[in-house]
């Protein structure tokens, strides 16, 4: 990245996130079909969805000055999801239009097992030149947010960049192993869910003691915090000489899209305001607790604005 392209941001934003964004439409049924058939679905639901976008929105309704650079579609779809941002709060000034809109089909039954179709065009990814055109933003940043589902050059870079600016850096998910190699260094926060927790160990991450070994190891490579998801079990928190395992909340469970995404937004937003891990953990749970019991990824965290300014 370079510094001598400029949008023309001098606001201080707190987090910058970037990632996807598309049209979520999630729709619930009794039970998911079988290859072939068809069940009948109600309680559908068109919103603006993408983990970037479900953190950004997640981080303004924990009061936090949030900016998206994402990609929105040049069509009808995609103007609506930029209206529909800005009215979360979310700065969406570094959001260029090109290509179809990404689309995101989610269907759930009744005990919150789902099934999701994908459709993300290249033109949808963030690409370097994207960020070059956000440098103001970068320095106004806080903290930025990286989604590692972005291409390796764009997570590079931004990492990168965001790190010799002196914001806190988070990436959320795994690259290939030779992409987190040369990551590592510039990362203060790690996450990452059972998948990706088994792609960065190697090997599957079962167990809380599974999850601090992996994290323990990771933190040797630059990282101040990791964090891995322990299937059916929690989050492990690991920072240097502790750790702590979240247990996932005893809460009906509508629907497991988007509880990563609310976990990132309130681990961030505690941590920007200086919580210790255990403190940020708690708040992160909590997100992640309240996302499950809806349908759909987008959060509603507002409630839990209040329990942040009160910590």
Known sequence: ???????????????????????????????????????????????????????????????????????????????????????????????????????????????????????????????????????ALFRSAEVVSIQAQQPRTTVLAAARYAARLGALVMVDGAPDAEALDELLPSVDVLRADATEAELIAGHAVETVDDATAVGKQVLAHGPDLVALAVPDVGDVLVWDGDHALFPHADVPVVDRTGAGDAFVAGLLAALRRGDDPRRAGELASAAAGSTVQRLGGRPDLSSLGGRQERS
């Open 1 to 135: 990245m370079v510094d001598a392209l400029d949008n023309g941001h001098t606001d201080t934003v707190g987090v910058v996130v970037i990632g996807q964004m598309g049209r979520d439409v999630v729709v619930r049924v009794d039970d998911l079909p079988d290859p072939g058939g068809s069940v009948p679905g109600s309680g559908r639901r068109e919103m603006l969805g993408g983990k970037g976008a479900n953190q950004a929105v997640g981080l303004s309704q924990l009061r936090v000055p949030t900016a998206l650079v994402a990609v929105a579609g040049d069509d009808i779809q995609g103007a609506a999801l930029l209206r529909q941002a800005a009215r979360d709060g979310i700065d969406v000034s570094c959001v260029p239009r090109r290509g179809p809109t990404a689309l995101l089909v989610d269907v759930v039954d009744a005990r919150g097992d789902r099934m999701l179709v994908e459709d993300v065009p290249e033109t949808s990814l963030v690409t370097v030149d994207d960020l070059d055109r956000c440098s």
